[in-house]
């Protein structure tokens, strides 16, 4: 007993050579197990898979087509029997339009997403990392976009361009560009400033292995998380076009456009009426929970 | 830890203070049972590596940790019990009769206010006097603080002052109240060499005139050195060993202190291999028992980690927590 | 601990020859602002520094913030561009027609910064982080991934426990010496120390002063050591040189230097050290204010501002670097740049 008490505790601080290797999970490992602890964020993406799957697998949850309405069936309240979430003012079933329509709507959020993050997140990443006068160049660009506001731009463009949900798409994708480049270039900025940075250039390594090694990897998650905030924006937005008759075009059902349509009976069927504006409401809180779960979830710093 | 026994009570006592932070797996002491206690006029340095609770210490006796931190112990302020104060008393207290200085002054002072108006806030708060008047004071206040130019630097805000002008500007802010205990969390760590020694003098000279009691918490035994009355050397959430400044730099005892004083670097150890303290400081979650010392002392025995370590107080009120203080010579170690 | 012990294949010029030469070296920054953008000012980062480090030795550069140390190692290793200067390393001009490329020359000089955290990526593993630098080189996965963790050995962190952590797994000690490893990585024949265990605790500060007077027996190595702590800079230098505003105002052997510093802004810098004794404590202060902005810095001597022997010619002349005026210059090796005569004299009696 005589020494042996202190040796098993000066193993604790240097544990001798035969020590089992001690298995640190990868970083994409341990963002993942973080954001198995958390609740929220698991609810909401499940709610957001459940959207996703009426949406796609629309055909399948309902039994109606979604442009064939009646006079007989016009807009009967939650409840009815054969459309348990009424019809709207042609008799269509509504259930039927919802999961139609979030397709439309989906894509409209997520697309213009997805481009703005390419272009932008490019452009962006560029920026931060060159500096100088391209640097000075792309975002003094971009604050020329910023001067609009961003409703504004996307109703100019699309009157520019024409209705329909192309169109739409476009006009969106533009306005996202410039935030997109601005939130990329300063996350850059600050990753190019970090020791570690400044340590693989001493090292000798080439600008795109740093990029590709160092910015990359640590302006990403950033970059991302922005990335799903914005599309919750997108929906509303492209909704906001279709209500005003700058996007999808009936009788496409579209979540902005069914809004739109189902307001002349708002003194009718306020309840259903109202659908389409929760579906938006859902959908964007949703996107949104998911990208604050992946802020922390992504933070190393808050590890453990 | 008893005192030569005051005749007025002491500008500070603190009875077994102990922190804890708690949250869902974790349950930590982050300062385990510290006492002592400081006359009007006096400072102690609490010395210290990074983790070894000194900071927390001073954030507890002002209230300041967070919500999920368990404080237990007595704290009184010139005789007046503080940690079972209404919220309400104790933040007029904070600022008041005892107030604190930082590390990082631009952190401690408001960017969007100028020097003047923030010192004057803090005396209309605390007193309840007019705003001419207060403003007044804060000039007085930053004269003695030894700021060239008072009169145009209460009109400053705090990003237009230097480092060790801004030091001075919150030493200013803390004395407002004139507190009987000042408070200083690592004041000095962040300034250049030069301006160091100027901040170190300033508090000692302040102390002088105003007779406050000074609680200074560091890392840097230089700065111990020159600032304190006594020393107490905190490790792992404890005072391992607390004596007069000239004892501690003299005549260490913990084997701790010994290793601090040992591998603080001077000149003089030109060309030979520093006397290091292996490992580095235990996990607070998952202390050994006994000493926490002990995986890290190269005196360590059986005994140091079977049991509580006795505490040993000299004649002279010197404190050492370590069983080779005991004067039983029974379990002496060969070194 | 100067003498230049083994041979080694890199070694083109023989020991009598710096290993690095320092010529001019000089960075302005621009100051920009106003409506346009344009230049309204420059910080004096770097101005007119000349040193070299000889092979095997460990030169500490000492100042306060502001003074340009920093900036310097940052000019050294390229990470910014100087505007004027010449550096030779080892004989060969960096970047010229007729010397080595900046690649080649990182290969053979690296640097340890002082934040422990933010110089690793938060993403790569300790050993990834050390395997990098030779995996761009063109060193296969396998064969830098276990010169990785040897050099983890090497700097006291036991592989098989941390080659596979993240830095936020490590302390502030172990992660500084996993950056140290990664400076070795490259096998650098100069090493430089950017505050390299400044943001240390003491005792973990000592362990690993100890580690890098190990290394630099081990690999042969050569330090620059820069540093605002004037005790770790007597205790580790053989040469210190002295930087105030951008320049260099004293330069010399440490003995020399530490015992007899002629000019009077290092005669101050030394007095501010804390004494370490409770029965000699400081009583007054060396010097008042704080350094002064190196946006505009004063004319001639920049130390002339807080300085009380100032004259006349100190606001018209740059003081060169020149053997001190008492004519006592250890060989020539210790130089100060002072105009006055009686301030030198004044300096040397003090200390």
Redesign the interface.
């Known amino acids: 007993m005589s020494q042996a008490t202190i040796d098993l505790a000066r193993r604790e601080l240097a544990p001798p050579e035969t020590a089992p290797v001690q298995a640190a999970p990868g970083y994409w490992k341990a963002v993942g197990q973080r954001l198995l602890r958390d609740p929220v964020t698991i609810i909401v993406t499940l709610v957001l898979l459940g959207i996703i799957f009426i949406s796609i697998g629309a055909p399948l949850v309902s039994s109606y087509d979604p442009y064939v309405g009646s006079v007989l069936t016009r807009l009967k309240p939650i409840g009815t029997a054969g459309h348990w979430l009424g019809t709207d003012e042609t008799g269509r079933d509504l259930w039927t339009r919802l999961c139609y329509g979030g397709r439309l709507s989906l894509l409209a959020g997520v697309l213009p997403v997805t481009i703005s993050l390419m272009i932008g997140g490019f452009l962006g990443v560029l920026a931060g990392y060159a500096g100088g006068l391209i640097g000075t160049l792309i975002m003094r660009t971009m604050d020329v976009f910023y001067a609009f506001p961003s409703i504004l731009l996307a109703i100019a463009i699309c009157g520019l361009l024409g209705n329909g949900l192309s169109n739409s798409v476009i006009a969106l994708s533009v306005v996202f560009i410039p935030p997109m480049v601005r939130i990329s270039e300063t996350v850059t900025t600050q990753a190019r400033q970090l020791d570690f940075v400044e340590a693989a250039r001493a090292s000798g390594t080439t600008t795109m292995q740093i990029i590709r090694y160092h910015v990359l990897a640590n302006v990403l998650g950033p970059i991302l998380v922005y990335a799903t905030s914005l599309i919750s924006v997108s929906i509303i937005l492209s909704a906001g076009l279709s209500f005003l008759g700058l996007g999808v075009t009936p009788p496409q059902a579209e979540w902005g456009l069914m809004l739109n349509s189902l307001r002349q009976a708002i003194y009718v069927q306020p309840y259903v009426a109202a659908l389409p504006g929760l579906m938006i409401f859902i959908t964007s809180m949703c996107f949104n929970l998911m990208s604050d779960g992946f802020r922390s979830a992504m933070d190393v710093r808050l590890n453990k | 830890m008893p005192d030569a026994i005051p005749l007025q009570p002491p500008a500070l006592r603190i009875e077994n203070l102990t922190v804890r932070f708690r949250r869902r797996n974790l349950d930590v002491a982050a300062v385990n049972g510290v006492s002592f206690s400081l006359a009007r006029g006096e400072t102690l340095t609490i010395l210290g ?2 983790g070894s609770g000194k900071s927390v210490s001073l954030k507890a006796l002002m209230g300041l940790l967070p919500n999920y931190a368990r404080t237990e112990g007595q704290v009184w302020l010139d005789g007046r019990s503080v940690l079972d104060m209404p919220p309400a008393e104790l933040a007029k207290l904070r600022g008041g009769a005892i107030s604190m200085i930082f590390q990082e002054p631009m952190a401690a002072l408001d960017p969007v206010y100028t020097i003047g108006a923030q010192i004057a806030e803090t005396i209309v708060q605390h007193e309840g006097i007019g705003r001419g008047a207060a403003m007044k004071r804060a000039l007085d206040l930053l004269d003695h603080v030894k700021i ?1 130019s008072a009169a145009r630097r209460l009109k400053n805000y705090p990003h237009e002052l ?4 801004r030091q001075r500007a919150m030493i200013a802010l803390a004395l407002a109240c004139s507190p009987s205990v000042l408070l200083a969390d690592e004041p000095t760590t962040a300034l ?7 901040i ?2 300033l508090l000692r000279q302040l102390q002088e005139e105003l007779g406050m009691a000074i609680v200074f918490v560091t ?5 111990a ?2 600032i ?1 009355d006594r020393i107490a050397v905190m490790y792992a959430g404890r005072f391992v060993e607390t004596a ?3 004892e501690i ?1 003299r005549t260490p005892k913990h084997p701790y202190t010994q ?2 004083l ?6 003089g ?3 030979r ?10 996990n607070l979650a ?1 202390l ?1 028992p006994g000493c926490a010392f ?3 002392c190269r005196y ?3 005994i ?3 049991g509580e370590v006795p505490v040993t107080i000299a004649p002279t009120g010197a404190m050492v927590r370590c069983v080779r203080a005991v004067p039983v010579p029974a379990q002496e170690v060969p070194a | 601990m100067s003498a230049f012990t083994t041979s080694d294949p890199r070694d083109r010029g023989g020991p009598a020859q710096p290993l690095l030469t320092v010529e001019g070296l000089r960075k302005h920054f621009p100051v920009r602002g106003g409506l346009l953008n344009r230049q309204v000012a420059t910080v004096q980062a770097v101005d007119d520094v000349s040193f070299s480090v000889r092979k095997g030795e460990t030169l500490g550069i000492v100042g306060e913030s502001g003074c340009g140390k920093s900036t310097t190692a940052r000019l050294l290793m390229r990470l910014i561009e100087p505007d004027a200067g010449d550096v030779v390393f080892d004989g060969d001009p960096v970047g010229d027609r007729h010397g080595i490329t900046v690649n080649a020359m990182r290969r053979q000089m690296q640097m340890v910064f002082q934040d422990s955290y933010s110089s690793l990526n938060p993403r790569m593993t300790m050993a990834e982080s050390i395997a990098y630098a030779p995996r761009m080189h063109g060193v296969s996965a396998r064969e830098s991934l276990s010169r990785a963790e040897d050099l983890l050995a090497q700097v006291g962190l036991n592989p098989r426990q941390y080659a596979r952590r993240y830095p936020h797994e490590l302390s502030g000690g172990q992660r500084q010496r996993v950056n140290i490893a990664r400076a070795l990585a490259l096998e650098p024949r100069l090493v430089i120390l950017d505050e390299a265990v400044s943001a240390l605790d003491k005792s973990i500060e000592a362990q690993v002063l100890n580690l890098l007077s190990e290394l630099k027996a081990r690999f042969n190595l050569t330090y620059l050591f820069i540093s605002h702590d004037l005790n770790v800079v007597e205790y580790v230098s053989d040469r210190v040189l002295v930087m105030y505003l951008g320049r260099v105002v004293e330069t010399g052997p440490v003995e020399s230097i530490y015992a007899r510093p002629r000019h009077p802004y290092t005669r101050a810098l030394f007095a501010s050290k804390p004494t370490l004794d409770p029965d000699r404590r400081t009583t007054e202060m060396p010097l008042t204010g704080d350094p002064p902005n190196p946006i505009n810095p004063p004319s001639g001597c920049r130390f002339r501002t807080r300085c009380s022997f100032a004259q006349a010619v100190c606001a018209e002349l740059v003081p060169p670097l020149a053997a001190p005026l008492d004519g006592q210059d250890d060989g020539g090796a210790h130089l100060v740049a002072c105009h006055v005569p009686a301030a030198q004299e004044a300096m040397a009696l003090h200390a």
Not at chain 2, 262 to 267: I, K, N
């Open positions: 590596e990074s060239p230097s480092g060790g002008m250049d060499v030069t301006v160091q020694i100027q170190l003098l890392h840097d035994v230089g700065a050195a020159e304190s007069t400044a000239r730099m290793g601090l040992s591998s603080t670097v001077h000149g150890l030109r060309g291999v520093l006397e290091t303290i292996q490992g580095s400081p235990p998952q050994p002990a995986p890290r360590a025995a059986d140091c980690t079977t």
